[in-house]
C-alpha cells in the first residue's frame, strides 16, 4: 500500500470559509460534524439534507446546523458535498444532487460504491473522494481512508483530509482496489475488536471474576495494550515477546492459540471481509 499521507487528529486545516453540505444526518454525519464543531468550525457554514422528521430535529437541537428534507440552495452555493448514505441509497441521493453540482467536491463515505459508479450516476462528475471511516469516529478516534479521483485538486485533498482528521487520523491511498482492503482491515476492524474483548470477558468470568470485573479488565487490558503498542515504537511481536516468559502463563495461552490456528483463521477472516468488498462492489456497478 503507498501511503500518500497520514494525520493524526490534528486540528482542521484553515478553510473557515468552505461550506459543507451532508446529505444524510445519521450516526456518521453527526460525529463529523461535531468534530468540525469541536475543532472550530463554525456552524452556520454547515447543512443537512435529513428526510427523517425526528433525526433532523435532533441535528438542529444539538448542533444548531441547517437541516432541510431535500437539497437545495445550500447544497448548489456549498463547497463541499458529503454523501453520507448507506450504500443503496447512494445512487438516489447522487441523482437529487446532480443538477446541483458545478465544481464543488464530492466526498463518499458509503462502503463498496466504487468511484467510477458514483461519477456514472453523478452524469460523469469526476471530483470524487471516497473514504472509508469506522465507528470509533463517534468518539473522535476513528482511522479513516481517502482516495481521489484526479480530478480533485490539492486543495480539495487538503479540505477532505482536514473533514475526516476531525474524527480521528486519516490515510491515502492511490489505487481504488485498496479500498476493499481498508474495508476488511479498518472499515470492519472494530468489530473484530469488540469481538475479542467479549471473549476475554467471558473467560474472565468463567474463571469467577464478578462481570463488572472482567469487562473493566478486559477493556482496560486492551487500552492500555494498544496505547503501548502506538506510544512505544516497538512492533507488536516484540512487544508480544516480552510478555511471553517461557514455561508462563502467557506462552501456555499463545501455544494453545497456534495449535488452533487463531492466526491464520483471523488472516483468513479478514480475506473474507474484502471479498465481500469487492463483491458489493460489483453488485452495486449494475445498478
Given at each position: 500500500?503507498?501511503?500518500?499521507?497520514?494525520?493524526?487528529?490534528?486540528?482542521?486545516?484553515?478553510?473557515a470559509?468552505?461550506?459543507?453540505?451532508?446529505?444524510?444526518?445519521?450516526?456518521?454525519?453527526?460525529?463529523?460534524?461535531?468534530?468540525?464543531?469541536?475543532?472550530?468550525?463554525?456552524?452556520?457554514?454547515?447543512?443537512?439534507?435529513?428526510?427523517?422528521?425526528?433525526?433532523?430535529?435532533?441535528?438542529?437541537?444539538?448542533?444548531?446546523?441547517?437541516?432541510?428534507?431535500t437539497?437545495?440552495?445550500?447544497?448548489?452555493?456549498?463547497?463541499?458535498?458529503?454523501?453520507?448514505?448507506?450504500?443503496?441509497?447512494?445512487?438516489?441521493?447522487?441523482?437529487?444532487?446532480?443538477?446541483?453540482?458545478?465544481?464543488?467536491?464530492?466526498?463518499?463515505?458509503?462502503?463498496?460504491?466504487?468511484?467510477?459508479?458514483?461519477?456514472?450516476?453523478?452524469?460523469?462528475?469526476?471530483?470524487i473522494?471516497?473514504a472509508?471511516?469506522?465507528?470509533?469516529?463517534?468518539?473522535?478516534?476513528?482511522?479513516?481512508?481517502?482516495?481521489a479521483?484526479?480530478?480533485?485538486?490539492?486543495?480539495?485533498?487538503?479540505?477532505?483530509?482536514?473533514?475526516?482528521?476531525?474524527?480521528?487520523?486519516?490515510?491515502?491511498?492511490?489505487?481504488?482496489?485498496?479500498?476493499?482492503?481498508?474495508?476488511?482491515?479498518?472499515?470492519?476492524?472494530?468489530?473484530?475488536?469488540?469481538?475479542?474483548?467479549?471473549?476475554?470477558?467471558?473467560?474472565?468470568?468463567?474463571?469467577?471474576?464478578?462481570?463488572?470485573?472482567?469487562?473493566?479488565?478486559?477493556?482496560?487490558?486492551?487500552?492500555?495494550?494498544?496505547?503501548?503498542?502506538?506510544?512505544?515504537?516497538e512492533?507488536?511481536?516484540?512487544?508480544?515477546?516480552?510478555?511471553?516468559?517461557?514455561?508462563?502463563?502467557?506462552?501456555?495461552?499463545?501455544?494453545?492459540?497456534?495449535?488452533?490456528?487463531?492466526?491464520?483463521?483471523?488472516?483468513?477472516?479478514?480475506?473474507?471481509?474484502?471479498?465481500?468488498?469487492?463483491?458489493?462492489?460489483?453488485?452495486?456497478?449494475?445498478?
Amino acid at each position: 500500500m503507498r501511503q500518500a499521507g497520514r494525520s493524526t487528529a490534528a486540528a482542521v486545516p484553515a478553510f473557515a470559509s468552505v461550506k459543507i453540505a451532508f446529505i444524510g444526518g445519521g450516526n456518521m454525519a453527526s460525529a463529523l460534524i461535531g468534530g468540525l464543531l469541536k475543532k472550530g468550525y463554525a456552524a452556520a457554514d454547515l447543512s443537512v439534507v435529513e428526510i427523517d422528521a425526528d433525526a433532523r430535529e435532533r441535528l438542529m437541537a444539538r448542533f444548531d446546523v441547517l437541516s432541510n428534507t431535500t437539497a437545495a440552495a445550500e447544497t448548489s452555493d456549498s463547497d463541499v458535498v458529503l454523501l453520507a448514505v448507506k450504500p443503496q441509497q447512494l445512487r438516489a441521493a447522487a441523482e437529487g444532487v446532480r443538477p446541483l453540482l458545478h465544481a464543488q467536491l464530492v466526498i463518499s463515505i458509503a462502503a463498496g460504491v466504487r468511484s467510477a459508479e458514483l461519477s456514472r450516476w453523478l452524469g460523469g462528475y469526476q471530483r470524487i473522494v471516497r473514504a472509508m471511516p469506522n465507528t470509533p469516529a463517534l468518539v473522535l478516534a476513528g482511522a479513516s481512508v481517502l482516495y481521489a479521483l484526479a480530478s480533485v485538486t490539492s486543495a480539495q485533498r487538503s479540505v477532505a483530509e482536514g473533514i475526516l482528521a476531525a474524527v480521528g487520523s486519516t490515510l491515502w491511498v492511490e489505487r481504488e482496489e485498496l479500498m476493499d482492503a481498508v474495508t476488511a482491515v479498518s472499515g470492519s476492524g472494530p468489530a473484530y475488536v469488540f469481538y475479542f474483548i467479549e471473549a476475554l470477558e467471558q473467560a474472565g468470568r468463567e474463571l469467577g471474576l464478578a462481570p463488572a470485573d472482567a469487562r473493566q479488565l478486559s477493556l482496560d487490558t486492551f487500552f492500555g495494550a494498544v496505547r503501548l503498542a502506538r506510544e512505544g515504537g516497538e512492533e507488536p511481536a516484540v512487544l508480544r515477546a516480552r510478555v511471553t516468559s517461557k514455561g508462563g502463563t502467557t506462552e501456555r495461552a499463545l501455544r494453545s492459540m497456534e495449535a488452533d490456528r487463531v492466526r491464520a483463521l483471523i488472516v483468513e477472516a479478514v480475506r473474507q471481509a474484502a471479498e465481500r468488498s469487492r463483491e458489493l462492489g460489483d453488485e452495486l456497478a449494475r445498478d
